[in-house]
């Protein structure tokens, strides 16, 4: 279900060599994501990161976030998630900290030609109600859909501190390199699920086993 070309090399490629006037660039492409995507002039994402930089920074409190831009409530439509540094509320109501993890994350594993998709972010509580809802229903019960969705008022993606990685081979990846950029697998039963949680020493601690399961 997930992509696992890395298809936005090609219009990156095009917006470099476009400003740079050289072609061949696919390795620089692929190591400068992050730069290439943040110093865009053209791009409209610099007053709404900003603005989504002081509401993350608020993200500690229990204050639910109310980010600006596409997506408001942080819903991503497409089953195959948005790219990591995307002009979207998912995108910008993350804690700038963690956006800027993802985003490295991302820019190394694009250099081993894996393609690090944002499935989901920041979610308004509204969302997260609705998500949580959905999932009683699915489950059949509050207790097993806890397990999987957590209320608005714990759930680390309202506050910005959390963010689901897709493809799965993508997720893996992340499992696996993500604590070199402070990126922690925090649920046992969500190997897509990432916080920054990994200690000076580049550790991440033992995964809950699952939303339940933390304090
Ligand atoms: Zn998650």
Same mark, same amino acid.
């Given at each position: 279900?997930?992509?696992? %070309? ?18 061949? =660039?696919? =390795?620089?492409?692929? &190591? ?5 995507? &943040? ?153 897509? %699920?990432?916080? =920054? ?19």
């Amino acid at each position: 279900m997930f992509a696992t %070309h890395p298809t936005w090399k090609t219009p990156l490629v095009i917006a470099i060599a476009g400003t740079a006037l050289a072609g061949g =660039l696919v =390795l620089l492409a692929c &190591s400068g994501l992050s730069a290439a995507a &943040s110093t865009d002039p053209s791009g409209p994402t610099g007053g709404v990161d900003g603005l989504a930089g002081v509401l993350a920074g608020a993200a500690g409190t229990d204050a639910p976030l109310e980010a600006p831009g596409p997506g408001g409530d942080g819903s991503i439509d497409d089953e195959n998630g948005i790219a990591v540094d995307a002009d979207h509320a998912a995108i910008a109501g993350l804690a700038p900290e963690l956006r800027a993890a993802v985003q490295a994350a991302a820019a190394r594993a694009a250099e081993e030609g894996i393609e690090l998709r944002v499935t989901s972010g920041w979610r308004s509580a509204e969302l997260q109600e609705t998500l949580l809802s959905d999932a009683i229903g699915q489950y059949g019960s509050e207790s097993e859909a806890r397990r999987w969705v957590d209320t608005p008022e714990r759930s680390q993606h309202v506050v910005g501190d959390a963010v689901d990685i897709g493809g799965l081979e993508a997720a893996l990846w992340v499992g696996q390199h993500g604590s070199e950029f402070g990126l922690c697998q925090t649920y046992a039963n969500e190997n897509w %699920h990432f916080e =920054l949680a990994a200690d000076a020493d580049g550790v991440c601690p033992m995964p809950y086993a699952d939303a339940t399961d933390r304090p």
